[in-house]
């Protein structure tokens, strides 16, 4: 296996595929060389490259790891190098304009199916990688209609082998689903950071769990986010529009003071919550 | 010092200031039988009252832990009760109507100073109550003008004594900025939910673990948080409206793939998260 990019989930997939025995060999590329020797340095990693044509070379299954605007370039850069019939999958956050333009540039011979483990964190970086990251947690997987089924099956096999719950959609629903349940918490996440960043410095001492809790994602890395926000920038704006108007609906329930109204919406998310795990 | 409603974080009072030595004896009011029997067989409660005006009749202290909407209506039924000098203090989320309300029904020579300590958890009852739920949280305390400064520091002092991190605010000004920093959160999450739930069931499976810590507190229970909003409906007002201004002007910056702009107020709420603990 080679990982292109071993940031938090790279290593963590590093981590988790040596422990549970899924390959033989963990080959990484990073672009920067302390990352390298990082990687040459821990237990879970065989070799490193400098040249990510060569560190793909000889493997079965690659994994691209990188933020999600360069996923397709990265694979375009490498073609010439992966091996006959080698099975390529991603992390990436958003699926189907990845999907779409790294089919563009597939080498014949080599397969594509795209992949989203639902994991990972506000901490960035290998030095937070966890080989338990993935377990038990949801993955999407999204063929395309042309992906090869036994491509698709194995990929399926490789994150269930990791302890993941798999679901397959296509790139489009899968875009259209996280927009709602993973981009717009982060949007509004951020969204209320930058509203509190604007008061005085001294508010920060009153926060309390909740706020901790309701904010942890926005310590995300702005660049990746940024990126995740130009790919699924449509999608994004339709469950924003959403939000809007419900926000619309609740701040007019309480300037009307319709507890009923406003009871009967905490009610209802409270529900929703308690069901979720 | 007699707790008033053992839920979640009476009974943490009662555990806390009985493992720290705070108090000689805890007498509990309860209004259900159950939960009486509950604190009877608990370690950190000496006594119950099933008449609330009995159960603060010798307690120098009484701490009022019941719903926001309850307070000043439990300080009224059992003003008859309270040992002269006694120091009355609550746990409310609100503070400008409750330290209003409650001023207005004490009996002479009975002392009330508003807090809110800002610890707790959407897990509600005296089942989840721990003992360090208060340590090293922030508490604030709400003096009026009139209230006499040896009470107040006597309420600083007992919050200190159980770990916290104790600041003094005006009630109106408490209101105003836990609006900000603790309703508007609670409501984002709350809608958030609450446009979840109108989606396709399937779709709870493939939450990330994003979700879950962004939507925890909307587990709250909504008889509780719909009493927070009546009581600080107009400053919760004040801060929807910012956030609907500030999820507009990011719509737009999406919209027009102002991407710089987009990134701008992401790492704007990356450096603010980064920096509350």
């Known amino acids: 296996m080679t990982i292109l990019g071993p940031g938090l989930l790279g290593a963590s997939l590093g981590m988790a595929a040596r422990q549970r025995g899924l390959v033989q060999r963990v ?11 990082a990687c040459l340095g821990s237990e879970w990693c065989d070799s490193v490259a400098e040249d990510p044509a060569e560190a793909v070379r000889e493997s079965e299954i690659v994994v691209l790891c990188t933020p999600v605007d360069r996923i397709a370039p990265l694979v375009e850069r490498v073609r010439s190098g992966f091996a006959p019939g080698a099975l390529l999958t991603d992390v990436g956050s958003t699926k189907a304009r990845i999907c779409r333009e790294t089919t563009a540039v597939l080498p014949a011979g080599v397969h594509f ?26 993955c999407i997987v999204t063929p395309l209609a042309a992906t090869s089924g036994e491509a698709t099956a194995r990929i399926v096999h490789f994150w269930e082998a990791l302890g993941m719950r798999v679901t397959r959609l296509s790139p489009e629903e899968h875009d259209r689903i996280v927009a709602a349940i993973s981009h717009l918490p982060h949007m509004l ?6 509203l509190l960043a604007e008061k005085p410095d001294r508010w920060k001492a009153l926060a309390g769990t909740g706020l901790l ?17 130009e790919h699924n920038r449509d999608p994004l ?41």
């Open 237 to 277: 704006l339709g469950v924003l529009e959403e939000f809007r108007t419900l926000l619309a609906e609740f701040s007019s329930a309480l300037r009307e003071e319709d507890w009923k109204k406003v009871a009967g919406l905490l009610e209802e998310a409270r529900l929703y919550r308690q069901d979720l795990q």
């Open 189 to 194: 996440a951020s969204l209320l950071c930058s």
């Open 213 to 229: 809790d309701t904010t942890r994602v926005a310590a995300g890395s702005s660049g990746l986010w940024t990126s995740i926000c």
């Open 27 to 37: 080959r990484v590329w990073a672009r920067r060389a302390e990352a390298r020797n």
């Open 113 to 138: 199916v795209g992949s989203h483990p639902m994991a990972g964190s506000e901490k960035t970086g290998m030095e937070n990688a966890r080989e338990d990251l993935f377990n038990e947690r949801a």
